[in-house]
C-alpha cells in the first residue's frame, strides 16, 4: 500500500549509543520533515529535506543527524543518544503543502 | 517570526455539546491554514484545510473551521461531539509564498469527549 512507513514503532536504546530511525514513502513527495513529540511542546521540528540530497535544520536538530541519498527515505540518527531524546518520532512527507504522516517511533533512551 | 496560538489546552466535553477549538496565527501575508486531527496512539492525520475560497471549510467527520482574515483566526467547530472525538487537535499555518514547506504548529488542544 502507498504511504508512509517508519521503523522500528518500538525502540529502548542506552545513553551514548547510536541509533537510527528509518522513514519510507511510496508517493515520490519531494518534501519530507522528521518531528519529535513531546507532551507540552507540540510537534517540533528536526530536520526537513526538500529533494534528494538536500536537507535543512529545523527547530530542534542538535544531537541529530540525516541523509536523503533516495527520494523515498529519509533516516534520522542519533549519534550517540542521551535522555532528553526520548520521545515519539514521526516522519512527514508533503504534496501541496498538505503533509502525510508515518506512524510514529516512540524511542525510549535509557 | 510566524506563530500558530491555540488557546485551549485541554477541553473535557460531554457527548452532544457543541466544540469550538480556538486557532490564532501571525503573519501578515496569505496563507494556507490545516486542522490536524491525532487520535490516541495514532499518527496525525488531516482534518480539513484552507486554501482560498469560501472561508467556511468542511472537513471529516462533521468539523468545520472559519478563516477570518480580519481577526486571523481559523476557529474549528463541530455541533454534536461524540465519545470518538477524543484526541488531540493541532492547527498549523503555511505561508502561501515560496517555495518552502514548512507548517508552523500551534501546541495542540487535547479534547476529552465524556459518553
Known amino acids: 500500500d502507498a504511504g508512509i512507513t517508519q521503523s522500528p514503532r518500538y525502540k529502548i536504546t542506552e545513553t551514548g549509543r547510536q541509533v537510527t530511525l528509518m522513514c519510507h514513502q511510496t508517493w515520490s513527495h519531494s518534501y519530507m520533515f522528521w518531528y519529535r513529540q513531546d507532551l507540552g511542546h507540540g510537534l517540533r521540528l528536526i530536520y526537513y529535506s526538500a529533494a534528494a540530497d538536500i536537507t535543512d535544520k529545523g527547530e530542534v536538530p542538535d544531537g541529530y543527524v540525516v541523509s536523503r541519498s533516495k527520494t523515498e527515505n529519509f533516516p534520522l540518527t542519533l549519534e550517540s543518544a542521551t535522555r532528553s531524546q526520548t520521545s515519539v518520532y514521526f516522519c512527514?512527507?508533503?504534496?501541496?503543502?498538505?503533509?502525510?504522516f508515518g506512524p510514529g517511533t516512540r524511542l525510549t533512551v535509557t | 517570526a510566524q506563530s500558530v496560538s491555540q488557546h485551549n489546552h485541554h477541553v473535557i466535553l460531554s457527548e452532544a455539546a457543541s466544540l469550538e477549538l480556538g486557532c490564532n496565527y501571525s503573519?501578515?501575508?496569505?496563507?494556507?491554514l490545516f486542522w490536524y486531527v491525532q487520535y490516541p496512539g495514532q499518527h496525525l492525520q488531516l482534518l480539513l484545510k484552507y486554501f482560498s475560497g469560501d472561508p467556511l471549510v468542511k472537513g471529516i467527520k462533521g468539523f468545520e473551521a472559519e478563516f477570518i482574515k480580519s481577526k486571523f483566526s481559523f476557529n474549528l467547530r463541530k455541533p454534536s461531539v461524540q465519545w470518538s472525538d477524543t484526541a488531540e487537535y493541532f492547527c498549523a499555518v503555511k505561508s502561501s509564498a515560496g517555495n518552502n514547506r514548512k507548517l508552523i504548529w500551534g501546541l495542540g488542544t487535547s479534547l476529552a469527549v465524556n459518553p
Open positions: 512527514a512527507s508533503t504534496r501541496e503543502d498538505e503533509q502525510y
Open positions: 503573519y501578515g501575508g496569505t496563507v494556507n
